[in-house]
Nanobody, 124 residues
Framework: QVQLVESGGGLVQAGGSLRLSCTAS????????MGWYRQAPGKQRELVAA???????NYADSVKGRFTISRDNAKNTVYLQMNSLTPEDTAVYYC??????????????????WGQGTQVTVSS
């Protein structure tokens, strides 16, 4: 059983920054790809960023150049650094463990795990 604990969300003004963290326990973290998703009210959950075991990364077009995903295998943690935030980035952010990274993107697996979600609110 894998447990994912997210932190770092909050309220920030437009143009500001936040860093989200997702720590995994009970897992072989270093051998798994990770993804960050977000879901805004009334919208479907979407992939924001993903990182492979080898460190390759993939980003949604809407966040390219502003968000950076990284991982620290020694801490079993994946990060999402979010800069130049806009109100359109307001959503609940979730990390996902257990997907497969191939063809340059992250693919959810039925047996994967989700964090509890952390709210990010960007005020104008």
């Amino acid at each position: 059983q894998v447990q994912l604990v997210e932190s770092g969300g909050g309220l920030v003004q437009a143009g500001g920054s936040l860093r989200l963290s997702c720590t995994a326990s009970g897992s072989t973290f270093s051998t798994n790809a990770m993804g960050w998703y977000r879901q805004a009210p009334g919208k479907q959950r979407e992939l924001v960023a993903a990182i492979s075991v080898a460190g390759s990364t993939n980003y949604a077009d809407s966040v390219k150049g502003r968000f950076t995903i990284s991982r620290d295998n020694a801490k079993n943690t994946v990060y999402l650094q979010m800069n130049s935030l806009t109100p359109e980035d307001t959503a609940v952010y979730y990390c996902n463990y257990g997907g497969i990274y191939f063809s340059g993107t992250y693919h959810l697996q039925r047996a994967g795990y989700w964090g509890q979600g952390t709210q990010v609110t960007v005020s104008s």
